[in-house]
């Protein structure tokens, strides 16, 4: 995010249903077994979602205290053309005030709304990364491994996430993150560049037809510091109605969607829990954490 005219260690307090975070090793499994089976895992999923359909609610908002002074809002529906390509069908978007509030999106922004607010680990992206052990905390019902993660390096223009994660210790797959997309780009000698900078985030997931752990909302609550003012921002995204391909979804040839008379009979998949309105769950914090300075 730019502004106009002119955005270490996560350590996130403690909320609502969340437990102390307790600094012991994990028992009958070493945590570098435990970054191999999410990594996994977490390949599984990355494949498993290009077979859904969702819609995507992003909304972000410049704020004055109560008072909102522009805003960005965009839906898109998830889809596959008739050769399997995913597409996005924008349902929803009216004309950005972002620049009232002195805030302008990037191409990070894009990136980011897309890739790394619902952040994947696969085992292919781990030797990317450091990754630490720094304990066990219990997430609602959920008993999990904590790590903080951050970036080797940063090669070429490609966007990292830096921050901490949750595992579900039973399914060993990201149940919750906490951080921010990286690199930013900040006028430390303010020479007049222009400055690139992004919120801290954190997004939860949910069990989507009782296997995989799907990212079902973002929330972001924070400060962008500019040299020449701060910003306060919010951001909202939601992931929502996920389907399977093939199941009650819009099957679509050449941009258009095919009635569904000429539709072929498609055997429907095991009855899925349905996912409610992605606004907070009353057992997760309603807003996202704050690090500690």
């Known amino acids: 995010m730019a502004a106009i005219a002119v955005c270490g260690s996560f350590a996130p307090t403690v909320a609502a249903q969340e437990g102390p975070l307790e600094s012991t090793q994990p028992t009958g499994i070493t945590p570098e077994a435990i970054i191999t089976r999410f990594a996994a895992q977490e390949k599984l999923f990355k494949e498993a979602r290009e077979h859904y359909t969702y819609r995507q609610d992003i909304k972000v908002q ?38 009232q509030g002195g805030l302008s999106l990037d191409q990070g922004d894009v990136q980011d709304f897309r890739n790394r607010l619902p952040f ?34 940063i090669v070429g223009k490609k966007r990292y996430f830096q921050g901490r994660i949750w595992v579900d210790d039973h399914d060993f797959q990201i149940v919750k993150t906490y951080g921010q997309a990286v690199p930013e780009i900040k006028d430390t000698k303010r020479r007049g560049k222009e400055e690139h900078l992004y919120p801290k985030f954190t997004t939860w997931r949910q069990q989507i037809d009782n296997k995989y752990w799907f990212p079902t909302y973002t929330r972001a609550d924070d400060t962008l510091h500019f040299n020449t003012g701060d910003i306060h921002i919010r951001e909202i995204v939601k992931y929502e109605d996920y389907k399977r391909f093939g199941s009650n979804v819009r099957i679509l040839y050449q941009g258009q969607e095919i009635p569904k008379a000429e539709q072929k009979k498609q055997t429907s998949p095991p009855d899925q829990n349905p996912v409610p309105n992605q606004s907070p769950d009353p057992k997760k914090p309603d807003a996202a954490p704050n690090p500690q300075q």
């Open 120 to 153: 994947v680990l696969t085992t292919e992206e781990v030797p990317e990364y450091n990754i630490l052990y720094v304990g066990q905390q219990q997430e609602d019902q959920l008993h999990c491994y904590v790590f903080d993660i951050a970036p080797k390096e």
């Open 62 to 99: 410049t704020r004055d205290g109560d008072t909102v002074t522009g805003e960005y809002h965009e839906v898109f529906d998830v889809l596959y053309d008739d050769k399997g390509h995913r597409i996005e069908n924008v349902v929803f978007a009216p004309q950005s005030s972002l620049e």
